[in-house]
């Protein structure tokens, strides 16, 4: 099995992505994540552009990155100094970081518009720097900037860009696409051609995601002999992002049968992408390739019976083998097979009883009403256990009230009084909020909270209201949708009514008796484990 070499900069083109910005210690976080799951390369950005990346460069310096190296990122020199004399490029070689990457112009666009000098001047900018760098004893990677573009307009030119960088001593020479505008087969074509001009060169792949292409890409250049692939964790970069290591990384390993991270590691795959996600304070994408919430959820009744029969009927790998997880989605759509699988992620065996077809039709009647199970497996969950006669309600409702009142200065005040029954005694409650449903739930915590203590765990982190037949005006019947969580699982809970603080109510209820459930359970596991 052949190496390719990862090469990530999450924390240099990465961050070109716009709203992303990392602090220091965020940034160095991120770092030590790649180099625990076997990053080859980290690009860190150029140590002397601000001081954040200043500190950031003294930062990794004192810590301990195992194998993972370092790459400092910068420019060739500029036109009429010498290498010796350009203080950028002096920086980069005096920085710690063992390896360089310069980039450098290709493109007759770039190099008579951006840096204003001719080919002639433009290779020997090239050579030069590459040579200064490799003789002050670093590893030099030379990224071709706009390869493709110049390959396009004048391929004899852009193939000797590299010859001069290649004899320069540079240790890998990058193709980059830039633009993120090329298609597979011509970024094929191109590395056949430089492979062929260049034998002894190491080719390493960059490209962007422009045309939806950065992926297909680096997998095409690697089957023409590129051995190095850089690229983003998510694909996050400018514009439409960079190519996304997360889906080229699984792509190569188990698909093409290249080693890239150690085998052990790439089980580590779905953890690594949320946590950059997470840590850059932006939401996980649940349809992302391999590692998404829904890369493995099923919705069809065919397709969820196909997979009992056999996982390989509509999955293309084991989830397991990067880190994710099997996801049942329950809808109208929804067959036997659906249910009996979701039962099964409960611990309850339907495989054999009568009760499934009940849980089907009534299951299609409440989505029929409005219901949406599929963003709501709490309630889903309860449904069954309805169904089969085992739910056990948290308490029995007697009344609940909400008064919202505005006075003529502007202010408003929400007050929810709620009576229920706990325990066979009579509780009261009253509380207050920014709205009705923050004063309900206030108030069946108060109510509670003393009595279920698992409560006091679990938050609201969502609320979605949606109209449902926007015809009928305030008469509509409206759909709650409450995100709930207790810091380690989120999950969904649903309500469906004319009344949008019933419909408020009845998700609130089932988040949270989803919640002390599932709270519970993971008491008494942890009890029996010891």
């Not at 580590?268 to 349809?287: G, I, K, M, R």
């Not at 056999?310 to 097979?337: C, K, M, W």
Request: proline fraction near 3%; aromatic fraction near 6%; charged fraction near 25%.
């Amino acid at each position: 099995m052949e190496p390719i070499f990862l090469y990530d900069t999450t924390l240099r083109d990465g961050l070109q992505r716009e709203g992303m910005s990392l602090s220091v210690d965020e940034q160095v976080a991120i770092a030590r994540r790649l180099a625990d799951f076997g990053m080859h390369y980290i690009e860190a950005g150029f140590p002397m552009s601000n001081p954040k990346h200043a500190e950031m460069f003294h930062a990794l310096e004192i810590i301990d990155l195992g194998e993972t190296k370092i790459a400092a990122f910068g420019m060739t020199r500029r036109k009429g100094v010498t290498a010796a004399e350009d203080p950028a490029l002096v920086g980069l070689a005096e920085c710690y970081a063992p390896v360089i990457t310069i980039v450098g112009k290709t493109w007759d666009l770039h190099i008579e518009k951006v840096i204003k000098v001719d080919r002639h001047e433009n290779l020997k900018m090239i050579g030069e720097s590459v040579a200064f760098l490799v003789a002050e004893g670093k590893e030099v990677i030379y990224d071709a900037e706009h390869f493709f573009d110049a390959f396009a307009a004048h391929s004899d030119y852009a193939v000797e860009c590299l010859r001069v960088a290649a004899e320069a001593g540079a240790h890998w020479i990058t193709l980059c696409d830039t633009n993120g505008a090329t298609l597979p087969q011509d970024v094929a074509h191109a590395v056949r051609t430089v492979r062929a001009a260049l034998p002894s060169a190491r080719i390493g792949i960059h490209t962007h995601n422009d045309a939806e292409c950065g992926v297909a890409n680096s997998l095409a250049a690697v089957v023409e002999g590129a051995r190095m692939v850089q690229g983003t964790v998510n694909g996050y970069g400018e514009r439409c992002g960079n190519a996304n290591l997360v889906s080229i990384i699984p792509s190569l390993s188990l698909k093409m049968g290249f080693t890239t991270i150690p085998e052990d590691r790439l089980t580590e795959l779905t953890s690594l992408s949320h946590f950059v996600a997470e840590t850059a304070n932006l939401q996980p994408d649940s349809w992302a390739p391999y590692v998404g919430r829904n890369a493995f959820a099923h919705k069809g009744g065919m397709h969820v019976a196909g997979m009992l029969a056999d996982e390989r009927t509509f999955e293309h790998i084991s989830p397991g083998a990067v880190g994710n997880g099997r996801h049942v989605l329950v809808s109208e759509l929804s067959g036997r097979g659906t249910i009996v699988a979701k039962a099964q992620e409960m611990g309850i065996d339907l495989s054999g009883g009568d009760d499934v077809p009940r849980i089907l039709a009534r299951l299609k009647d409440l989505e029929h009403e409005g219901y949406h199970f599929e963003v709501a497996d709490a309630s889903f969950e309860l449904l069954i256990e309805r169904e089969i006669g085992i739910y056990e309600p948290m308490f029995e409702l007697e009344q609940l009230q909400v008064v919202t009142e505005k006075v003529a200065d502007g202010r408003v005040s929400t007050h929810a009084t709620i009576a229920l029954v706990h325990g066979g005694e009579r509780v009261e409650a009253v509380g207050s909020g920014n709205g009705p449903i923050n004063a309900l739930d206030t108030a069946l915590r108060a109510a509670l909270a003393s009595r279920i203590p698992e409560i006091e765990a679990i938050e609201l982190v969502n609320f979605k209201v949606r109209i449902l037949d926007e015809g009928k005006g305030t008469g509509a019947t409206t759909r709650v949708l409450l995100d709930s969580s207790d810091g380690e699982q989120t999950w969904g809970a649903i309500g469906v009514s004319q009344n949008v603080i019933e419909a408020s109510w009845d998700a609130l209820v089932d988040s949270l008796a989803y919640g002390v459930r599932r709270r519970a359970r993971q008491a008494a596991n942890t009890k029996s484990a010891s």
